[in-house]
């Protein structure tokens, strides 16, 4: 669940060359660094998803630039554009993550060839984790085996649900069994790291639905679990249908209900959560790359719609793969826009972020008004005691159901 969103804001302008400020620079090295590989390819287009993503039959007026077959060239000229905006500093990668879309609809060489321009122009740090996103459908034992062998060491498989009736609404298209099935192979294959992803509250699900879904997703033995709410966003297949009236919206006290049946499953298996959207067996199943986007350190986003950040500041790739696969042939970064974050905007994002792990946030970040709004949410039963008096601000599992209302009073 790490696509780029469709939409883009304006920002500044950016260089042809992709120069960053020499502040953005200073330090580069001393922060955790990794990468962002978006492909934006999709089988079919899930009637939920706002993502940055295109299937065949929307690019075929591009021609071959926006085409499959030519993605991986146009990828790996950024990441060697990416190591000459960024200098000689000594960067080695500690995460890669390719997200989309479906990378899997590539070949496996192709993902291999881009993780080798990575490690490559940039170093991989030792224990790297290199993780790519899959659809259950777009993969099998061989493919699998040849990412394993080409340096990837996670996988994160979208499940979304069980019940063929929830994900025949969602639009995803699952043999049944075959995202359980993906974990054993995804073993076999050598990955010792493996993410299902599901979604609650689609509507027409039901309590014993969801309950169902976790336990064919623990039944698969993966190490980590990521379980979202479905959000209903504009512009999507979706909303249009629920706007015409023709399935209900599920309601915030549904979503709720189905959190805590997750919390009760999920930790029951003997997994913990460490952002409120996920779960795992261990620290070292933790996602992360994920966790080096919640802490604030660099990255870079490479491909249509990514977003990068290094040292303060974030930019955004042109969206549509055509006109990031040109900007590219033109020697020129695919940038659209960029913007630079003053100190207050970098601690209202680490409140926004760093208050949804499991960690916290250090209450030394928030001002007065921020501070009476976190002792009223300590009396409120909405944070943890002790590390409130430790000096940070970690949610209890009521402040999880309510973390965005949370969040909201703190940052003030």
Not at 26 to 55: E, I, K, Q, S
Not at 140 to 154: K, Q
Not at 176 to 202: M, S
Request: charged letters at 25%; aromatic letters at 8%; glycine letters at 10%.
């Amino acid at each position: 669940m790490d696509g780029m969103p469709s939409a883009l804001p304006d920002g500044e302008a950016v260089p042809a060359d992709g120069a960053l400020p020499e502040t953005a620079l200073a330090g580069l090295g001393t922060r955790p660094f990794g990468f962002y590989v978006h492909v934006p390819y999709c089988a079919t287009r899930c009637g939920y998803c706002d993502f940055n993503t295109y299937t065949a039959t929307e690019l075929r007026s591009s021609g071959a630039v926006a085409s499959q077959d030519t993605y991986a060239d146009h990828l790996i000229a950024e990441i060697r554009l990416a190591r000459k905006v960024l200098g000689d500093a000594d960067i080695p990668v500690e995460t890669v993550f390719l997200g989309g879309g479906t990378p899997t609809l590539l070949p496996a060489r192709d993902l291999v060839r881009m993780l080798g321009a990575i490690r490559d122009e940039f170093g991989l740090a030792p224990g790297a984790e290199v993780t790519t996103e899959a659809n259950p459908e777009s993969v099998d034992p061989a493919y699998l085996s040849e990412l394993r062998e080409g340096g990837f060491n996670r996988l994160s498989f979208g499940m979304q649900s069980v019940r063929p009736h929830v994900l025949q609404l969602l639009d995803r298209h699952h043999t049944p069994g075959r995202p359980q099935a993906c974990v054993a192979e995804a073993r076999a294959a050598g990955f010792e790291h493996v993410n299902l992803d599901l979604i609650y509250g689609t509507p027409g699900e039901s309590d014993d639905d969801w309950r169902a879904s976790l336990d064919a997703a623990l039944a698969a033995e993966p190490d980590h679990v990521s379980a979202y709410a479905l959000i209903v966003e504009e512009g999507t297949r979706l909303a249009a249908r629920i706007r015409r009236g023709e399935i209900p919206m599920t309601d915030d006290d549904v979503h709720a209900d189905r959190y805590l049946i997750a919390e009760e499953r999920l930790t029951a298996a003997g997994m913990e959560w460490y952002e409120v959207s996920n779960w795992a067996t261990s620290p070292e199943a933790r996602c992360r790359h994920n966790e080096l986007y919640w802490t604030g350190a660099d990255w870079w986003g490479a491909g249509p719609g990514a977003h990068s950040h290094v040292g303060g500041v974030r930019w955004w790739n042109r969206k549509h793969p055509a006109a990031y696969a040109q900007a590219l042939e033109a020697g020129q970064t695919p940038a659209q826009g960029r913007e630079r974050l003053e100190d207050e905007d970098r601690r209202v994002e680490r409140i926004l972020l760093e208050l949804r792990l499991s960690d916290g946030c250090p209450l030394d970040l928030l001002r007065e008004t921020g501070r009476e709004a976190a002792d009223r949410a300590l009396a409120d039963g909405l944070l943890e005691a002790a590390p409130f008096a430790a000096g940070r601000a970690v949610l209890t599992l009521r402040g999880r159901l309510l973390a965005d209302a949370v969040v909201r009073d703190l940052v003030d």
